[in-house]
């Protein structure tokens, strides 16, 4: 089994930044796609950006060109890098992996959530 935690969320005023983390730890034998969704209060989960194995990148189109999507594959860490955010950026953020155990078996994974609030 493996877990994601998130990290980075928080309260920012419109036009700034905030940078979210995602951490996978335990039985990691390789990491493939990785994403970050959005949800908001009353919305269905969206999603946000996505990375593949190689790092080819897609985005939301409402976030295209604000957000930057990477990955650190030396520390099992996708990151999340969101600039010039607006108040209807505010929801809770989840990462994804769809992780490679050692025992070869393939799964998505998710992280518990971020809130991110955007308001002057």
């Known amino acids: 089994q493996a877990q994601l935690v998130e990290s980075g969320g928080g309260l920012v005023q419109p036009g700034g930044s905030l940078r979210l983390s995602c951490a996978a730890s335990?039985?990691?034998?390789?990491?493939?796609?990785a994403g970050w969704y959005r949800q908001a209060p009353g919305k269905q989960r969206e999603l946000v950006a996505a990375i593949t194995s190689d790092s080819s990148t897609q985005y939301a189109d409402s976030v295209k060109g604000r957000f930057t999507i990477s990955r650190d594959n030396a520390k099992n860490t996708v990151y999340l890098q969101m600039n010039s955010l607006k108040p209807e950026d505010t929801a809770v953020y989840y990462c994804?992996?769809?992780?490679?155990?050692?025992?070869?078996?393939?799964?998505?994974?998710w992280g518990q959530g971020t809130q991110v609030t955007v308001s002057s």
């Open positions: 335990g039985s990691i034998f390789a990491i493939y796609a």
């Open positions: 994804y992996s769809k992780i490679q155990n050692w025992n070869m078996t393939t799964s998505d994974y």
